[in-house]
């Protein structure tokens, strides 16, 4: 129960209700655990909504010649699938544990009983699903522009705007970034290096120190 109860506690769309209004819906919600690497749902799963406990996960989905491509890491207190709950298909998207995860799931038909009886939970599922559009909207403007050490800049600069802090610990490996800005992992070495000569970045494995944000702002 408590894993459950942190499911509902940590996800914007539901911590805004009451205690006893949360209590009900993580009765109706099922906890599972899954290893790294372990996939979470796949689009031949039945629509449910997936929440992320503990751990992190990533979305990704397939390309023609079957090569992956990542979307984004969905972190503790996010969650996947609430197209589906709206009769949406998933026709593409895939999630694999990054590391030990815990999720909690909550089945359509349930979560259609919720909307009947918690007609908030719409307007905040507009909100929330606003901002997760944004979001792929930026990897998009990303992707648009010619030099990866562009994109690079932009992402560490977006980091710095969500942690206020100079010192960021990368949310992704080399691998999964390399993918989300649309390059190579040696690519992007080479360009966290070209960062480091030209004194903008100090790097130490996954934690990067900004040194020069005016600099990486003008590049």
Avoid: W
Avoid at 124 to 149: D, R, S
Avoid at 154 to 159: A, F, N, R, V
């Amino acid at each position: 129960m408590e894993h459950q109860h942190l499911c509902v506690s940590v996800v914007p769309l539901f911590n805004h209700l009451a205690e006893a209004e949360q209590q009900k819906i993580h009765e109706l919600v099922s906890h599972r655990k899954f290893k790294k690497g372990e996939q979470i749902f796949s689009p031949a799963d039945e629509a449910q909504l997936v929440i992320v406990a503990q751990g992190k996960l990533k979305v990704y989905q397939l390309s023609s010649s079957g090569k992956e491509q990542l979307l984004r890491v969905s972190l503790p207190g996010s969650y996947e699938g609430e197209s589906q709950l709206f009769g949406v298909p998933n026709d593409s998207l895939f999630a694999e544990a990054l590391e030990p995860t815990e999720i909690c799931l909550l089945r359509q038909r349930d979560f259609s009983n919720l909307l009947l009886h918690y007609p908030e939970l719409s307007l905040k599922l507009l909100e929330i699903n606003a901002e997760k559009m944004a979001k792929i909207e930026q990897q998009t403007q990303f992707l648009m522009m010619e030099k990866v050490e562009e994109r690079l800049a932009t992402y560490l600069l977006d980091l710095f705007q969500v942690e206020e802090n100079v010192q960021l610990n990368l949310p992704m490996k080399m691998k999964e970034l390399a993918a989300f800005l649309g390059t190579t992992p040696e690519t992007l070495s080479r360009k966290f290096k070209l960062l480091e000569k030209q004194q903008l970045i100090q790097r130490k494995g996954r934690v990067i120190e900004l040194t020069d944000i005016e600099g990486l702002e003008e590049l």
